[in-house]
């Protein structure tokens, strides 16, 4: 079996977060399942300015703090566009047999959707934070990194930004579709953000965590420190909630267990059968 080498692209800047933690950890279970056959290496993009070569199979890209908009014309941010544009001229260079995988968490796909101008990149109102239900749109009925979920299914959701009036005619154009939208609220006047979208064979991005673990995140935010931070933030409510949400097995580890592991799944027999996708 060919070795998979996995990228993991940080864009946390330095700061403490679970990110990290949820995808190493899928990581080394993903690693176990396949005898040992998958690598991977770590990329601090913005504040060391670190990015990936192209000998690497499948990247993933995550979340992280601040503004998606502010970053342009930032030094990391004209080097990650750069990294962006030399994996799609590799995947449309028909001499490449093997093709590179990418996939975008929150910060990342904010930022993916800035440079393929898919849609409006703007700050919310209020943060959006908490366990969300994500309804497909028709494309994503058929996405197979959706396979084996729940219709709606559920996301962790930590964002100050989002996407919203999505570029029809950019979409068509290049073959992109949106797979899921936020929760339709009829009383609310405000748009519903694109939460999923697929770029096209290779690349799919989500705006909420589908790396969040259910029993890690609960036990993170049963810290007291970060209880205390959450219920000065958003609320004792809140807090509840986010536990009784991840501690529900149809929600958080349905979503963990199935959406980057069918990614990283459906691209590994991709690479080892190249001539499956076009």
């Excluded at 566009?81 to 449309?92: I, Y």
């Excluded at 219920?231 to 963990?256: A, C, R, Y």
Aim: aromatic content about 10%.
């Amino acid at each position: 079996m060919k070795k998979i080498r996995i990228a993991i692209l940080d864009l946390y800047d330095g700061q403490q977060n679970e990110g990290m933690r949820c995808i190493r950890e899928m990581l080394v279970r993903m690693k176990k399942d396949h005898q040992g056959s998958l690598e991977w290496k770590e990329f601090e993009v913005r504040n060391k300015q670190e990015l990936p070569s192209l000998e690497f199979d499948i990247y993933l890209s995550t979340g992280g703090p601040g503004s998606p908009l502010e970053s342009e014309g930032m030094a990391w941010d004209k080097a990650y566009f750069k990294w962006l544009t030399d994996l799609l001229d590799w995947n449309k260079t028909s001499s490449n047999i093997n093709k590179k995988y990418a996939f975008f968490i929150c910060h990342s796909y904010q930022l993916a959707c800035r440079y393929f101008g898919l849609g409006m990149v703007t700050k919310r109102k209020s943060t959006a934070f908490g366990v969300f239900p994500m309804h497909r749109m028709e494309a994503g009925f058929n996405e197979p990194v959706f396979k084996g979920l729940n219709d709606p299914f559920y996301g962790v959701d930590s964002r100050d930004f989002q996407v919203i009036q999505p570029q029809l005619d950019k979409l068509k154009e290049i073959g992109a579709a949106i797979l899921c939208i936020e929760k339709e609220r009829p009383h609310v006047d405000l748009e519903r953000a694109i939460m999923a979208i697929r770029f096209n064979n290779y690349m799919l991005g989500t705006q909420f965590h589908p790396e969040a673990d259910a029993q890690g995140m609960s036990m993170y935010l049963k810290r007291d420190d970060k209880k205390k931070t959450v219920i000065e933030n958003h609320g004792q409510e809140k807090w509840e909630s986010m536990i009784e949400q991840l501690n529900d097995p149809e929600k958080i580890s349905m979503t963990n267990s199935h959406v980057l592991p069918n990614f990283i799944l459906q691209a590994i027999a991709s690479i080892n059968n190249p001539h499956s996708v076009s």
